[in-house]
C-alpha cells in the first residue's frame, strides 16, 4: 500500500537519526521511553533533560518544530497537575495567606513533567525522522499482525479527512450563524448545535469507512494474505552500535533510579 500524505510530521533532514534503521531504532526508542517513565528519582531528571535534547539536537530539527508541539499537550498537563504544589507535601516553602507552597508538591510536579517532556521528545523525534509508513511497515517486521497494521494505516490517513470535513462543515455553520467564540454563556442551542456536528461527522466517517472496505474488498484485498517478502538491505555495523548504545543508556537509567531510591 503506497501512501503519502503532506500533513505528515514527518521532516526531512541529513541526521544520523534520519538513517538510522527503522527496526533498530523503533526498538532503541521504546526502550528509552519505557526507561523515563520508570524514573521515580527527581534527581536523574536533569539527565535525562539533558539526554533529551542531545538526542534532539542531533536530529537537526528546528526548534520551533518541538515548541509549537508541546504548547498544547503542555497547557493540558499544566492543568492536571498545576495545583499539587499547594495540596500534596508536608514541608511547606512558601506561603501567603492561604496559599501554601509545599515541597513535595513541587517536587512531584518537576518529575512529572520532566518525565513528560522527555518522553514527548522522543515520541516525536521518532515520528519526525522516519515516515509513519516505515514505521508502520517496521512493526510489521517485528511481529504486528498484519489487520492491527493495515487498520492503524487507514486510522492515520483517514483522520485527516475527518479533520478536513469538521472543518468545512465548521465553516458551513459559521457562515449560518453559528458564532462560537461569540457567545459567553453555554446554551441548550449551542450544544444542540454541537451534538448535530459530531453525529453528522460520525455518520459521515461511518459512511466513508463502509465506501473505503468495500473499495478495498472489490479490489482483492484480505487480511489473511501475506505481504510478499521484501530482501533486507545490508546494514552497516554503525546501526547495530547505535541501538547498543541507547539500550545501554536506558538500562543505566533504570539502574540509577534503582540506585539512588536505595541511598
Known amino acids: 500500500m503506497s ?10 533532514q541529513n541526521s544520523w537519526l534520519h538513517a538510522w534503521e527503522p ?8 526502550a528509552l521511553i519505557l526507561a523515563f517513565a520508570m ?7 536533569p539527565f535525562i533533560v539533558l539526554l533529551t535534547a542531545v538526542l534532539y539536537r542531533t536530529s537537526q530539527l528546528p526548534l520551533d518544530f518541538l515548541t509549537r508541539r508541546l504548547r498544547y499537550p503542555g497547557l493540558i498537563l499544566l492543568g492536571l497537575v498545576g495545583l499539587l504544589p499547594f495540596i500534596s507535601g508536608q514541608t511547606v516553602i512558601w506561603q501567603w495567606g492561604l496559599l501554601t507552597l509545599r515541597q513535595e508538591g513541587c517536587l512531584a510536579v518537576g518529575l512529572i513533567a520532566g518525565r513528560f517532556f522527555s518522553i514527548t521528545t522522543l515520541g516525536l523525534l521518532l515520528l519526525a525522522t ?5 514505521l508502520v511497515r517496521s512493526l510489521r517486521s517485528l511481529g504486528l499482525p498484519v489487520l492491527i497494521a493495515d487498520m492503524t494505516l487507514l486510522s492515520y490517513r483517514y483522520l485527516f ?28 442551542s449551542w450544544l444542540n448545535q ?4 459530531a453525529g453528522s461527522l460520525l455518520i459521515r466517517s461511518y459512511e466513508q469507512s463502509e465506501r473505503v472496505y468495500q473499495a478495498m474488498r ?22 547495530g552500535f547505535a541501538l547498543g548504545s541507547v539500550l545501554l543508556m536506558a538500562v543505566g537509567v533504570i539502574a540509577a533510579d534503582f540506585v539512588v531510591s536505595r541511598v
Open 130 to 134: 522516519t515516515p509513519f509508513v516505515v
Open 218 to 239: 472489490l479490489r482483492g484485498y484480505s487480511p489473511h494474505t501475506r505481504p510478499p517478502k521484501t530482501q533486507s538491505a545490508a546494514l552497516s555495523s554503525w546501526h
Open 23 to 30: 527496526r533498530f531504532k523503533l526498538l532503541g526508542f521504546s
Open 161 to 188: 479527512d475527518i479533520g478536513d470535513n469538521f472543518n468545512t462543515m465548521r465553516t458551513a455553520m459559521r457562515l449560518r450563524g453559528f458564532q462560537h467564540h461569540a457567545k459567553r454563556l453555554i446554551t441548550l
Open 39 to 45: 524514573v521515580r528519582q527527581w534527581q536523574l531528571l
Open 3 to 12: 501512501l503519502s500524505w503532506n500533513k505528515e510530521i514527518y521532516t526531512p
Open 194 to 197: 454541537l451534538a448535530s456536528l
